[in-house]
């Protein structure tokens, strides 16, 4: 089974412009979540999405969105780029099931802001 | 509100000898306790998680964890570690809607 594939892997925009990023979960997951890495604030939750319909948000302004498919892909896209929006983005894959439930990582798109 | 404190930035320990990492957690309800592993430049690996059940969960690459509700504590350990070990390690805490919450981090430095 193949794992969580995000595009691109790595990425340099200059402030103000605007993001798109990209996430396919795990065949048959219906949830994905995306998080933001950076080195003062650690790793933080940006939201949630489970059948296209989002669930929960971090606290983010909201120039940041995102949106998922019928396919179970998701974007996210960050508006109005800030120096601060520097980061490794990471979306997780989220496999509800009982005592199976789990939540698996890609391997991030990294950010960089000029 | 959920939080995670891992109070080590940093442990140095030598291949072959014991590992512990601290993580203590606050959340209202009965928590999902995970830990992960972040190698340079790459995303994260699950290594183990507990939701409910048998307190001491084993996970992958020899590392186990106990989950103690009395100390909010989920330490994980690993009784003899390898190079490859060296890493970041980050304890989560969450709900079943996967918004979770995620420690500063542990960086594990391994000596030969």
């Known amino acids: 089974k193949a794992g969580v594939t995000q595009t691109p892997r790595y990425l340099i925009k200059t402030r103000g412009q605007q993001v798109t990023l990209s996430c396919s979960p795990i065949?048959?997951?219906?949830?994905v979540s995306w998080y933001q890495q950076t080195p003062g604030q650690g790793l933080q939750f940006l939201f949630e999405y489970f059948s296209e319909t989002q669930r929960n948000k971090g606290n983010f302004p909201g120039r940041f969105s995102g949106r998922q498919f019928s396919n179970s892909r998701s974007e996210m896209n960050v508006s109005t780029l800030e120096l601060g929006d520097s980061a490794l983005y990471l979306c997780?894959?989220?496999?509800?099931?009982?005592?199976?439930?789990?939540?698996?990582f890609g391997p991030g798109t990294r950010l960089l802001v000029l | 509100a959920q939080s995670v404190t891992q109070p080590d930035i940093h442990i140095t320990v030598s291949e072959g000898a014991s590992l512990e990492l601290r993580c203590n957690y606050s959340y209202g309800a009965t928590p999902y306790l995970f830990w992960y592993v972040q190698s340079p430049g790459q995303g994260l690996q699950l290594l183990l998680k507990?939701?409910?059940?048998?307190?001491l969960v084993q996970g992958i690459k020899g590392f186990e964890a106990e989950f103690k509700r009395s100390q909010s504590s989920f330490n994980l350990r690993k009784p003899s570690v390898h190079w490859s070990d060296a890493a970041e390690y980050f304890c989560?805490?969450?709900?079943?809607?996967?918004?979770?919450?995620f420690g500063a981090g542990t960086t594990v430095t391994v000596r030969a």
């Open positions: 065949s048959g997951h219906r949830s």
């Open positions: 507990y939701f409910s059940g048998d307190t």
């Open positions: 989560a805490v969450g709900g079943d809607d996967y918004k979770l919450s």
């Open positions: 997780a894959s989220n496999f509800y099931g009982g005592a199976e439930e789990t939540q698996y």
